[in-house]
């Protein structure tokens, strides 16, 4: 396993965004956090716990559809219990890969009435890209790798790793 993104590296970033985002969010009195699981809940505790902006938390959680169905099609496996509508709604995720997570729920929030929607994203692999969806604030760009770790899963694996690492693909498919 090669670490890519250090814990020291992860906690200076997340200071930083916080402190942008409390920046951009000192006037809204209805910010709306939302994360989407279950990867994003590490990236997501660091960051709100920094911040001081009054502010309320709901969960997505999505999965794909693969194999024979389309392409990049979303499922809401389980939706947000807060309404959305007249809310700044701040989404957080752990990674944006193709992009297709997002543009659905990014969609979705917009048509449910949010005052407004911006994103969070810890990692961006943008040369993965098959979708465009803006982020606002970005941690880490990073090349076109499987990466585990602060939340991102091998098989249920690795989420409590406290950094960003590149999984030997060996180890992992030897299941040790
Ligand atoms: P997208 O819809 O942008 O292709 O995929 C986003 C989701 O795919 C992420 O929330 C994450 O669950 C998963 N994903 C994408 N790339 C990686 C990766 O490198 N490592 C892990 N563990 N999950 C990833």
């Known amino acids: 396993m090669r670490v890519l993104v250090k814990r020291e590296d992860l906690d200076k970033r997340v200071a930083e965004l916080a402190a942008e985002i409390d920046r951009d969010y000192a006037e809204s009195d209805c910010l709306l956090c939302i994360g989407v699981l279950k990867g994003s809940v590490f990236f997501m505790v660091d ?3 920094h911040l001081k902006v009054p502010l309320s938390i709901d969960f997505f959680q999505t999965s794909s559809y693969g194999g024979s169905t ?3 099609e979303v499922r809401i496996r389980k939706d947000v219990d807060l309404p959305v509508r007249g809310k700044d709604v701040l989404l957080i995720e752990d990674i944006v890969d193709t992009g297709h997570t ?3 729920i990014l969609g979705l929030l917009r048509f449910r009435g949010a005052r407004s929607v911006r994103l969070c994203a810890l990692l961006d692999k ?3 890209r098959e979708v465009e969806v803006p982020i606002d604030y970005r941690g880490f760009e990073i090349e076109n790798l499987f990466v585990v770790g602060y939340g991102l899963d091998f098989d249920e694996r690795y989420r409590n790793l406290p950094y960003i690492a590149v999984l030997d693909e ?3 498919s030897a299941g040790s």
């Open 126 to 128: 943008s040369s993965a």
């Open 70 to 72: 389309t392409p990049g």
């Open 102 to 104: 997002l543009n659905t």
């Open 47 to 49: 960051l709100l716990k």
């Open 170 to 172: 060996t180890n992992a």
